[in-house]
Nanobody, 115 residues
């Protein structure tokens, strides 16, 4: 019932910007908290940003002031606007939806920050 599909990743130079998108299926989307996670090779998957249905947001300290999470409930879309990108931001970014305590994940989109 719940499906998540990310897009928008790519190669960008340090200091550049990217906008990630996540398309979510199901009417439950508007009632659920959603988030972006990222995972680099050999590292654990970490929370990047989270947003509730009321648009309350939380960010990892490493991205505060640089990333912005947002959602368009009517379109079942989640976004992550990333600016001032750093090499350490390189990772696979995944969309997450928590429904009744169960985590749903997209397949992820690769973000590479390099000169």
């Amino acid at each position: 019932q719940v499906q998540l599909v990310e897009s928008g990743g790519g190669l960008v130079q340090p200091g550049g910007s990217l906008r990630l998108s996540c398309a979510a299926s199901g009417s439950i989307f508007i009632f659920d908290t959603m988030a972006w996670y990222r995972q680099a090779p050999g590292k654990q998957r970490d929370l990047v940003a989270r947003i509730t249905n009321k648009r309350t947001t939380d960010y990892a300290d490493s991205v505060k002031g640089r990333f912005t999470i947002s959602r368009e409930n009517a379109k079942n879309m989640l976004y992550l606007q990333m600016t001032s990108l750093k090499p350490e931001d390189t990772a696979v970014y995944s969309c997450n939806l928590n429904h009744l305590g169960f985590d749903y994940w997209g397949q992820g989109t690769q973000v590479t920050v390099s000169s």
